[in-house]
């Protein structure tokens, strides 16, 4: 389900606009490019595609923005075409975003250009392969535009994608869940001992008698408010240690709507957790 080709005529959206006259061909042309443009506060990553159409199309689907334009066209012509359609644009996009974030996750399929969620928040994958001497891996996020770029040994190799991702997700998990249960234990006037990630079939966070948290892993798929449940749930219980009346009287206190919040997460085919 992450991964779908461009296929306006079945689900994507698309759009035609006619370039200016007089145009001249842009220098050094590539057929395919990746390119980013801002429109308004927002830097939208796009891919461009030369053709030899004489109009400029876009079309919007779950991989993001496909811009297909005439070989002569000048970059700076496009820009202006792009901007042109700032509204259109941002708005399909954030439709297809609304409806990615509707739908029940499935399989990963380990490529590029597959959607990632990070904390609900669906990030474009890039997979290249590493510069030749260097033997690290890396992962780098860019919140901006939405794109997580993973330079490994060799990009079609799945498990050494999917290890690495794992990786990098679990240590993202760790600093996000510190920092949240630091957070809420200064507000809820509570000292928890220790943070720890639990990958446990059946629940998504414990609290031991001695103070120790463990939350899920896969919560740093979860949006931010299902995981501040989560954090808030396990704090309370440094104060009572069952799911007493009294239990939830503190959760409710720092959490009123967290009957809508653990609906959420209890419920079947969470729409925000991938199947890895």
Known sequence: MFRRHPDPASG???HGTPPKAGTTRPPQTRLVQKRQIMLGDRCIDYTLKRSSRRTVGFVIDRE??????????????????IVSKQSWIIGKLDNWLAKFAAEPAGPIQWQDGMLFPVFGEPYHLRIVALATGRRTTQVIAQPV??????MVRDPSDAEMVRLALLRWLQGEARRVFAERLDHYAARMGVRYAGLGLSSARTRWGSCSSTGQIRLHWRLAHAPMTLLDYVVVHELAHLREMNHSDRFWAIVSQEMPDYSERRARLRGPNADWLPHW
């Open 12 to 14: 994507g959206t698309a």
């Open 64 to 81: 993001g923005l496909t811009i297909t334009a005439p070989l002569r066209l000048s970059l700076a012509t496009l820009d202006e075409a």
């Open 145 to 150: 535009s939405r794109t997580l770029t993973l």
